[in-house]
């Protein structure tokens, strides 16, 4: 993803979000099944008009939930979700889902419906008449850049995976809704296709005004896409705010330092023990995660020269969103997306 932005387009983005209203709201809102634990707990988040919102997490936390609660597949337990002001739970599910463009995971085409009458799912049960339903079909088959005489009399097993999701975004956004929500929805493409479709949609956001919601795994895909990145574990939202402003909240760097004599790694590693947890980065070094953010390399270095240790290389890495991944959710982002994908191979298809 190639998507470039001034320097302080994050700081004029949020400035201008904060004054949207409310587009989706959730009010204290806990869901739970039977006696268990609650899946969610106490969650209140606003998501602003025409505001792209990724909800992150771990496996298992709650973000699948959460998004489910917007069209009401499922109920909240206690608590009030809100759509454009009005509780969701006064509202006919049916009606309600009809308005709200939903991805998802693993694109849930119709498989006995060419590609067209997949789009036009919705608008046909709108009562849309049957020329309103096809030049609809058309442009967004341009929208979404696939070409319609090749693709709109296919069937969904003929489709690849790319442009299997590219149909379900099309499907999505067919009746003209302001609201989309995408339940991991580039998940399960290779890296190219999943960077070009996000790319796409980002822009089909833009252009259609749309207010979306992403559930992803995948912080990066976080970073490049979204306005506001909402980190949610054990059910709680644990950090919400733009990218940079997570990383600022950490605010810990870690320092890499490369012992010219390998055989002093236990050295160089009671050393940065005083100032943070260890952690690795390379087997030729040792890192430390530091415990402030006032420490500064000149500290560190003159702590080794002190114990007349040498070193080659020593680097000072800023916190990054698997830094912040870590920190709010206690698990890294490999290890998260590795749960992911065994999810997903496990899943019935």
Not at 39 to 64: I, M, N, Q, Y
Not at 269 to 276: D, E, S, T, W, Y
Request: glycine content about 8%; some cysteine; overall charge negative.
């Amino acid at each position: 993803m190639n998507r470039r932005a001034p320097a302080n387009f994050w700081g004029i983005l949020h400035s201008g979000m904060s004054q949207a209203p409310a587009v989706i709201s959730f009010d204290n809102v806990s869901k739970s099944y039977g006696g268990a634990a609650p899946v969610l707990d106490r969650v209140s988040l606003d998501v602003r008009e025409c505001e792209f919102l990724a909800v992150v997490g771990p496996s298992g936390s709650g973000k699948t939930t959460l998004l489910r609660l917007v069209n009401r597949l499922i109920d909240p337990s206690s608590g009030a979700v809100r759509v454009e002001g009005r509780d969701v739970q006064s509202l006919d599910a049916v009606s309600l889902r009809r308005r709200i463009g939903y991805v998802f995971q693993g694109v849930g085409l119709f498989p006995h419906m060419t590609v067209a009458e997949n789009i036009a799912i919705t608008p046909k049960l709108l009562d849309w008449d049957e020329t309103r339903r096809s030049a609809r079909v058309d442009e967004l088959l341009d929208l979404v850049r696939l070409d319609r005489a090749k693709h709109s009399s296919r069937f969904p097993a003929e489709l690849s995976g790319g442009e299997g999701q590219r149909v379900g975004v099309a499907r999505a956004i067919a009746a003209e809704p302001k609201i989309v929500l995408m339940d991991e929805p580039f998940g399960a493409l290779d890296p190219l296709t999943r960077d070009a479709l996000g790319e796409d949609y980002r822009a089909l956001h833009d252009k259609l005004g749309l207010t979306s919601v992403m559930i992803t795994h995948d912080m990066l895909e976080a970073l490049l896409l979204a306005d506001r990145i909402t980190v949610i574990r054990g059910g709680r939202i644990v950090a919400e705010g733009t990218p940079q402003a997570l990383k600022a909240e950490i605010a810990r760097p870690t320092v890499e330092v490369a012992p010219a004599d390998p055989e002093q790694r236990d050295r160089f590693a009671g050393v940065l023990r005083r100032f943070g947890e260890l952690v690795q980065l390379s087997p030729d070094s040792v890192a430390v995660r530091c415990e402030h953010d006032e420490y500064d390399l000149a500290e560190i270095i003159r702590a080794l020269d002190t114990e007349d240790l040498h070193f080659a290389n020593v680097q000072l890495h800023a916190p990054s969103l698997d830094d912040v991944f870590l920190e709010k959710t206690g698990r890294t982002l490999e290890g998260a997306t590795a749960e992911a994908d065994a999810e997903a191979e496990a899943a019935p298809v």
